[in-house]
């Protein structure tokens, strides 16, 4: 079971990315997966997830209006569009796979079994 980021980058404060998380070793409808993001000096702090199973989002409030999560099971990959950056959206983003249904919390509380490495997006102030 691997997961693996891309589209991180630079981009100026109201711009947007769209990260996508390529699923490979499982099918992505037996799955959740979730995005996180980590700021250098900062806890990692849940963002987004997506249960394959009935299509469920949930969003944490700092992004939540700003960021929208999507599946495209026939390519096997879930994205995070991210519009309205911030230089506060600076982090290494990740994202997980766990077999479990997922919410903002359970990702913070029990966590998720499967990772990537990670994508870089940086937004000047």
């Known amino acids: 079971v691997q997961v693996v980021e891309s589209g991180g980058g630079l981009v100026q404060p109201g711009g947007s990315l769209r990260l996508s998380c390529a699923a490979s070793?499982?099918?992505?409808?037996?799955?959740?997966i979730g995005w996180f993001r980590q700021a250098p000096g900062k806890e990692r702090e849940g963002l987004s997830c997506?249960?394959?199973?009935?299509?469920?989002?949930y969003y944490a409030d700092s992004v939540k209006g700003r960021f929208t999560v999507s599946a495209d099971n026939a390519k096997n990959t879930v994205y995070l569009q991210m519009n309205s950056l911030k230089p506060e959206d600076t982090a290494v983003y990740y994202c997980a796979a766990d077999r479990k249904f997922a919410t903002i919390q359970s990702m913070m509380e029990y966590g998720m079994e499967y990772w990537g490495r990670g994508t870089l997006v940086t937004v000047p102030s």
């Open positions: 070793g499982f099918t992505l409808g037996d799955y959740a």
């Open positions: 997506i249960n394959s199973s009935d299509g469920s989002t």
